[in-house]
């Protein structure tokens, strides 16, 4: 069983900077492919980014390209979103997933992390 571990997420203001890291407790999440998600407040889940384990292959929503960025470190069994020039829409509870199937493929193998909130204020 994988548990996902998020921390990152914080007060900014608009325009600044946050790093969100999520540690996976084995190294089995090897075999998932891995994604950020994130929930607005009144709004559905959203993908944010994908990377894979070798940080060779990334995507991003069109809502952050170009801002955030989405990175891996196989020996730590860490991923991480950088996030840069946040804006007051990018508010939410960001989420961590083990995706037994691809990034956007949910099954209920999949796993998630608790969320870490970032809230982007003027």
């Known amino acids: 069983q994988v548990q996902l571990v998020e921390s990152g997420g914080g007060f900014v203001q608009a325009g600044g900077s946050l790093k969100l890291s999520c540690a996976a407790s084995?190294?089995?999440?090897?075999?998932?492919?891995m994604g950020w998600f994130r929930r607005a407040p009144g709004k559905e889940r959203e993908f944010v980014a994908a990377?894979?384990?070798?940080?060779?292959?990334?995507y991003y929503a069109d809502s952050v390209k170009g801002r955030f960025t989405a990175l891996s470190d196989k020996a730590k069994n860490t991923i991480y979103l950088q996030m840069n020039g946040l804006k007051l829409e990018d508010t939410g509870v960001y989420y961590c997933k083990a995706a037994q199937e691809g990034v956007l493929i949910d099954t209920e193998y999949d796993y998630w992390g608790q969320g870490t909130q970032v809230v982007v204020s003027t």
């Open positions: 084995t190294r089995a999440i090897g075999n998932y492919a």
């Open positions: 990377i894979n384990w070798s940080g060779d292959n990334t």
